[in-house]
């Protein structure tokens, strides 16, 4: 079993190495192989029996999956992206970046007959947006309102109808919210998401820039990188018409996130979190939409967190091991 | 005022030319140059007062809209297109002409400021697909099963996000089946639709594959065009959050359609139509979604097919005279 995995020095491409390396297989194979691209250096790890080769590499330049390809991995992983904010800064880097260079990767598998491939790209609940249902399911148009979720949903096409003509195996994962996420607050809008629940349980102080009444849609790191493990396993006969949807996620208001965190860690804890209304803030991650009937992950098999309070343990005993 | 057409020289810019002609006005104001681009010859009609400059080009070359966009029209309809057998043949000259040749387009729209220029461009109920809901509307998902809906996806969403981002004024119109088209039957899986009425009322025989109970979504050609004339002059700002729908078509049955035949021609008419089934192009048609709440679209102005013996009236109208 050879691996190739794209934005490998990410959050979730380092995630992904390590269930990968510690798990030893995939498909019921032995990992042998492990062939990482990213633009930084990516952190390497030492595993027994797996040869793992780091390119650094920017995946825009000509010719850059051209060694990954050659090698003719079983798996893909396409995780390399520029986020939402760089995207809308920057529509040529976006389009490159998020677009160009995903076409580039199917050209490349096309050329050299990797229909068998199977390649799991990311996208993200993004690529959703306009006069939504109040619950979402597998038929509900994307009509993004942001560069970033407009390259996905241009990806999701493409991949979708090179998978249609055999000339690749792909599927393409929608993600919900991620949290809790490791490390700092960042400029992203869903930052606080993470960091109400992430500076409490480090005993920091953290601020709440919207309504307690504010629902999001998350999915913890672990059954993210759960649900990228089995993308590469599930049957793609099963997968159906269109190989593109959202992952089950769960539905958290922000008081439910503050309760949990209480039954978890306690008042004083709760007490760290500052309410600071930001209505900018507020006007983006409200937009989100927050309830999905995720039909077709779960058909085909998708784990989904079963519940909050699961998630905060799980983040206080990795951060406190 | 200056309009641009490409795909001039085919059924509907021919079409729209004349329409616009005739007019001799879009937007309230005074139709005083329209510039040509396809790769055969469009025919370049004389009309008084207005400057008509047909440029034979293939719209993959590069550069091939500089000398179109340097004079800055008003409207451009983007029509120029290889059709669904043409880019399911050959997938990168489908992905060239639909997909590369926009995208090049919003580009010298946007390097040249044309943030003003209302971009018109048709798409096609064959973006639709997967699992339908029974009756679709404007926010069901466009999930294609050929690489023509495909590439017609993207490019919406492209002109979507130029749009949104102010770097030209775009506006995606989804066509349903365009009956009664003229000329000859065709290769198109839909060219028994058109053909069923047009030989008949011509005093020819025609085939019927499909049985009679199968519906279509269709619209005339003088409603198109009313709906491509509609498209340059409608508010950007009402258009709302995503800049391509589905047009308001009619449904009809087959059976509804030789009814309609036997009423405008009499009995011997619906006689020269010999049933033949092929099971190819049932299942092709079969597939087609034919029921639509077009209420963007409607609740934009476009307009509709009152009813069908109109659109069969007025082909025979025009084949007459
Ligand atoms: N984390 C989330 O909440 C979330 C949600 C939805 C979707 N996604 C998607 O999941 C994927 C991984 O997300 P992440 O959180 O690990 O992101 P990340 O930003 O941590 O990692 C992305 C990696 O891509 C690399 N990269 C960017 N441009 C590159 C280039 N030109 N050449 C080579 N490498 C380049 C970066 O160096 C980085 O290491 C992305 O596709 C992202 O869009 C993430
Ligand atoms: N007629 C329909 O039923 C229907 C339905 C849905 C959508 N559409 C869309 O409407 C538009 C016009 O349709 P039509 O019926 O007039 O099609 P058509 O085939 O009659 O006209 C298309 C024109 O594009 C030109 N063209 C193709 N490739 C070119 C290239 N590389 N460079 C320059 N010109 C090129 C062709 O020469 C042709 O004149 C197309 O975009 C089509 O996809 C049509």
């Keep these: 079993m050879h691996i190739a995995i794209t934005g490998a020095a990410g959050f979730l491409g380092q995630r992904l190495i390590h269930r990968l390396l510690k798990r030893g297989e995939l498909r019921g194979e032995p990992i042998r192989r492990l062939t990482l691209i990213?633009?930084?250096?990516?952190?390497?790890?030492?595993?027994?029996?797996?040869?793992?080769?780091a390119q650094a590499r920017d995946i825009t330049a000509p010719g850059a999956f051209d060694a990954l390809l050659d090698a003719r991995p079983d798996v893909i992983y396409h995780l390399a992206a520029v986020v939402s904010s760089a995207a809308e800064a920057d529509l040529d880097l976006g389009?490159?970046?998020?677009?160009?260079?995903?076409?580039?990767?199917?050209?490349?598998?096309?050329?050299?007959?990797?229909?068998?491939?199977?390649?799991?790209?990311?996208?993200?609940?993004?690529?959703?947006?306009?006069?939504?249902?109040?619950?979402?399911?597998d038929m509900t148009a994307?009509?993004?309102?942001?560069?970033?979720?407009?390259?996905?949903?241009?990806?999701?096409?493409?991949?979708?109808?090179?998978?249609?003509?055999?000339?690749?195996?792909?599927?393409?994962?929608?993600?919900?919210?991620?949290?809790i996420r490791p490390g700092r607050p960042n400029a992203a809008a869903s930052s606080f998401a993470s960091s109400i629940l992430r500076e409490p349980l480090n005993g920091e102080e953290a601020v709440c820039p919207v309504p307690t009444e504010l629902e999001l849609f998350v999915m913890s790191p672990e059954t993210v990188v759960a649900a990228l493990l089995h993308g590469a396993?599930?049957?793609?006969?099963?997968?159906?018409?269109?190989?593109?949807?959202?992952?089950?996620?769960i539905t958290v208001s922000v008081a439910e996130?503050?309760?949990?965190?209480?039954e978890v860690a306690g008042p004083t804890a709760v007490e760290r979190i500052r309410h600071d209304p930001d209505p900018r803030i507020q006007a983006i991650v409200g937009s989100w939409p927050t309830r999905f009937h995720t039909r077709r992950a779960e058909a085909l098999g998708f784990p989904r967190d079963t519940d909050f309070r699961e998630i905060v343990e799980a983040f206080r005993v990795a951060s406190t091991s």
Tied chains: 1, 2.
């Design 233 to 249: 396993e599930v049957d793609g006969e099963a997968i159906g018409a269109f190989r593109a949807f959202m992952l089950p996620g």
């Design 142 to 179: 994307l009509q993004p309102q942001n560069s970033y979720g407009t390259q996905k949903a241009m990806c999701e096409l493409l991949i979708n109808d090179y998978s249609r003509r055999g000339l690749v195996d792909g599927l393409v994962l929608r993600l919900p919210t991620i949290v």
């Design 38 to 53: 990213d633009q930084s250096e990516a952190a390497t790890p030492e595993a027994a029996g797996v040869e793992v080769v």
């Design 95 to 137: 389009l490159a970046v998020n677009f160009d260079a995903t076409r580039a990767l199917l050209e490349g598998c096309r050329a050299r007959g990797l229909a068998a491939t199977r390649l799991v790209m990311a996208s993200s609940v993004a690529a959703y947006g306009g006069e939504l249902p109040e619950i979402l399911d």
């Design 257 to 262: 996130m503050i309760a949990t965190l209480r």
